[in-house]
């Protein structure tokens, strides 16, 4: 997946994606609230939670995999 995106020039980073991306802790706790509440989240073979979505959102804005 690395090496395609890679060859898609998809940026690592989630700010690479959107410009001006600029979020702060509320806005990113409201993210992971709607996140564990989203209907396609019952779809996953492990239960999202507010912790879990919130680590999400953190390593896609730093580029963390």
Known sequence: ???LRKELKVPHALPGLIKGLD???KRKT???DMAVVDPTAGGNPVKLTKKAALTLLENAIAGSV
Do not use: G, S
Request: hydrophobic letters at 65%; zero cysteines.
């Open 23 to 25: 979020m702060d802790k």
């Open 1 to 3: 997946i690395i090496k």
């Open 30 to 32: 409201l993210i992971a």
